[in-house]
């Protein structure tokens, strides 16, 4: 079985910073893209960034220069660093991870259960 377990979310200050983490464990073969997603309370999910087995990365325009993603493929984590945030980022962060298990021939995404970003004053 996968699992992909994240942590740091949390409440937080206009402008302030949170590191979001997700490891991936099980029986895991290869890892493709790793990622977050984000879902506000009345919004479709969106993506906010991913990034391949070999760094390249995607982000959505309304984080480009405030969130930095990064993977540490020896862990089987990513990251997500979010710096300058605003009330607008207010949302349960979702990751997800493309990956093969073992044993299996078909690709497919794996998603952690989600946490709790709440920026406030």
């Known amino acids: 079985q996968v699992q992909l377990v994240e942590s740091g979310g949390g409440l937080v200050q206009p402008g302030g910073s949170l590191r979001l983490s997700c490891a991936a464990s099980g029986n895991i073969f290869s890892i493709n893209a790793m990622g977050w997603y984000r879902q506000a309370p009345g919004k479709q999910r969106e993506l906010v960034a991913d990034?391949?087995?070999?760094?390249?990365?995607k982000y959505a325009d309304s984080v480009k220069g405030r969130f930095t993603i990064s993977r540490d493929n020896a862990k089987n984590t990513v990251y997500l660093q979010m710096n300058s945030l605003e009330p607008e980022d207010t949302a349960v962060y979702l990751c997800y991870a493309r990956l093969l298990p073992t044993g299996y021939v078909l690709w497919n995404d794996y998603w952690g259960q989600g946490t709790q970003v709440t920026v406030s004053s």
């Open positions: 990034i391949t087995s070999g760094s390249n990365t």
